[in-house]
């Protein structure tokens, strides 16, 4: 009976390879699983397929809408999670293991989502602010985010088959990108099955994901200058992939995220019997079992003040003879298998470089005792923790890394030390420093940044919340320098920008109005008929501007507004005070002439206008005396969708104002940007 072969998503239809293809194992059992093939899938037209049809179906869509259907797919997978727990099994994965991996990669889509709250409703987005470039300010210039048009092409490590791609997805989804997304062939299966459930949601529009498995040896063969690729596996691996000749003839972007020789250091104040030495024996056990050592962000190295080795050993030693490995699914087993025999071997490889210059304090290169587990069926290693006591001496430890449970311990002398030996893996992905010293923190944190995509620094204050010292998280980057890759992933809105085109584009400040959709200072300000605050969230135009009467500030109003707000300020209320000040008199609170420009601005009748949403940014850029007339100009600045939370709520977005107070001299003296909240005249369901 021919073994079943492991799907491929193409075109919007699952399609099988025509070779051999290659066998896939159970990590626990040995048993066959299925044929990864590639051969002779035609790739090329998933590169037209992503760019004609999956690409323009997502440029049409706004940020928010992006934001909305990304939140909507990860509700879809989160209901899904069992089943894709039980897939994970076969990758040797304990059910803590596969958390990090399944639920982790559905995290990464709520928390991608989430940032449509920080961007417009539109399909683009600007960056930065407007810079004027003419002293009559007919002419200026601003940033324009647009999506790419061509595809995201990813090619993912074996140790995370769902967080790998879904971290990855969630970013150029948001963008308005397509993906094609290459998995690990090792465990492909996991990646299939998500991907399965993906493309039976109908959630995502066609084109918007395809999936190939197999060793897809070409699928950089059709890249071009509108593709970005993304790499996460071996440093020797990328840098193959990095000099095909298509992304240097197309100068494409490339992105490597690698494996790194990761650094866990115990500070100088964290001796035996602190909280944060119990810390850091729990953070470095569990950074060596976790995934059995397969996570690019384990611990490798692990630095310690002299006079603590022995004890850290000891400490060590003992927590790691307490892990019972096996069968995964059996009560109790805290570590399983490596996801095949050949990995196995691989780090078997490395350790013998390692052993060379450094001595093996616990474990050994034969199969652990199991659990619920055959050791010639399954792909077992057990933990292996190395002491070398010359760590300027022995560079294996800082050159070579075993991707499996296996970490060397090495001792420094003082922070300065520790920072260097650090550096001398050559950039990592990430680094934790565990100590209560303020001043050992700082110092290290400054002096090692730089070789570094990420520290975490962990004290007992922050131990219950923290995420680990393996645990990147989707807002913030995850990447490194040097050896990690010299790349980053991820970062928030930062990962999001990578896959959009940033170009200036410069003219008439209405005109840039126009192309951005957002208010550009100079442009056109119609005055607004009715009053905006009588027009529902559809009637409202960008630019659509309401100029108040004027009112002249008195004395009486900065003493009354001293005693409603209890700011008695010396500046506002005693005149005997203002000797050697910048200030020529007594001068109105700042929040007083905010506060006024509001009376002047609003309408007060009932209408659309739901509510004050709150305060983007307030300047006071001119002393406003006694005796200044004052007057505002109230522009519509940029509208941004709201979708439902409920089938009950009223239908409604945020609108941006740009308030604009001037004196009677015609110069600014405040500028502040407001939100309200408007009521849509049409109360029908959201489009998604």
């Known amino acids: 009976m021919a073994m079943k072969k492991i799907g491929n998503l193409l075109e919007g239809e699952w399609k099988t390879g025509s070779g051999e293809g290659i066998p896939l194992t159970h990590a626990i059992t040995g048993q066959a699983i299925g044929l990864a093939d590639s051969e002779g899938l035609p790739l090329d037209r998933a590169y037209i397929f992503a760019r004609e049809v999956g690409g323009p179906a997502l440029r049409k869509m706004t940020f928010q809408e992006r934001g909305r259907m990304l939140k909507r797919l990860a509700l879809f997978l989160q209901e899904r999670k069992e089943d894709f727990y039980k897939v994970s099994w076969a990758t040797g994965a304990t059910r803590a293991d596969s958390w990090i991996d399944i639920e982790g990669g559905i995290g990464n889509l709520f928390a991608n989502a989430s940032l449509r709250r920080k961007l417009p409703d539109t399909p683009f987005a600007t ?278 449970p296996v970490s060397t311990m090495m001792p420094y002398d003082d922070v300065e030390e520790a920072v260097a030996l650090t550096g001398l893996g050559k950039g990592s992905l990430c680094c934790s420093i565990t100590t209560n010293d303020q001043e050992a923190a700082k110092t290290f944190v400054r002096e090692a940044a730089h070789m570094h995509g990420r520290i975490l620094v962990l004290n007992a204050e922050c131990a219950k919340e923290s995420t680990g010292h393996g645990s990147p998280m989707p807002l913030l980057v995850h990447g490194g320098p040097g050896r990690a890759g010299g790349g980053e992933e991820m970062g928030g809105l930062r990962g999001i920008k990578h896959y959009m085109q940033r170009t200036a584009i410069q003219g008439h400040p209405s005109m840039l109005t126009a192309i951005t959709e957002q208010y550009q200072p100079g442009a056109a300000r119609p005055e607004s008929e009715p009053h905006v605050f009588r027009k529902h969230f559809e009637e409202l135009a960008v630019g659509d501007t309401v100029t108040t009467a004027r009112h002249t500030v008195t004395d009486a109003d900065i003493a009354n507004f001293a005693n409603v707000s209890g700011d008695h300020f010396y500046a506002h209320v005693d005149e005997t005070s203002l000797e050697g000040t910048m200030f020529e008199g007594k001068v109105a609170h700042g929040y007083y002439i905010l506060s006024k420009a509001a009376g002047l601005f609003v ?41 439902r939370r409920q089938p009950e709520d009223v239908a409604k977005g945020i609108v941006r104002y740009r308030v604009e107070v001037d004196d009677h001299e015609g110069e600014t003296v405040a500028v502040a940007t407001i939100l309200t909240m408007v009521k849509k005249q049409d109360q029908g369901p959201d489009k998604l």
């Open 127 to 404: 960056d930065g602010d407007f810079v004027p470039l003419g002293r009559q300010g007919s002419f200026g210039g601003h940033h324009l985010l647009v999506p790419k048009q061509g595809v995201a092409v990813h090619i993912n490590a074996f140790n995370f088959p769902v967080w790998g791609m879904l971290e990855k997805v969630a970013v150029n989804w948001m963008a308005g990108v397509p993906a094609i997304v290459k998995p690990a062939t090792v465990t492909s299966f996991l990646t299939e099955s998500v991907v399965a459930a993906i493309h039976e949601s109908g959630i995502l529009p066609p084109g918007a994901l395809q999936l190939v498995c197999g060793s897809a040896r070409n699928i950089l063969d059709f890249v071009d200058e509108r593709d970005v690729v993304t790499f996460t596996g071996s440093a020797q691996t990328g840098r193959l992939l990095k000099s095909h000749p298509r992304l240097s003839a197309h100068s494409v972007p490339f992105n490597m995220e690698a494996d790194s020789l990761n650094s866990a250091v115990l500070g100088p104040d964290a001796g035996p019997g602190s909280p944060e030495f119990d810390l850091f024996i729990k953070e470095v056990r569990k950074e060596m079992t976790v995934k059995c050592g397969q996570k690019c962000t384990a611990v490798r190295r692990i630095f310690v003040p002299r006079q603590h080795m022995d004890a850290v050993q000891e400490a060590l030693t003992a927590q790691l003879s307490q892990t019972i490995i096996g069968d995964p699914q059996l009560e109790g087993v805290r570590m399983g298998a490596l996801v095949g025999k050949s990995q196995c071997q691989d780090v078997l490889d490395q350790v013998a470089h390692i052993e060379r210059e450094a001595q093996m304090v616990f474990g050994a290169k034969t199969p652990p005792a199991l659990r619920g587990a055959e050791a010639g069926q399954g792909a077992f290693l057990q933990p292996m923790l190395f002491r070398s006591d010359q760590p300027h001496e022995a560079m294996a430890v800082h050159e070579i890394e075993a991707f499996g």
């Open 603 to 643: 309408e007060p009748r009932k209408g659309p206008v739901l509510l004050n949403y709150g305060i983007d940014e307030c300047r006071f850029t001119k002393p406003v005396y006694p005796g200044t007339t004052i007057g505002v100009k109230l522009t519509v600045v940029e509208k941004i969708d709201q979708e």
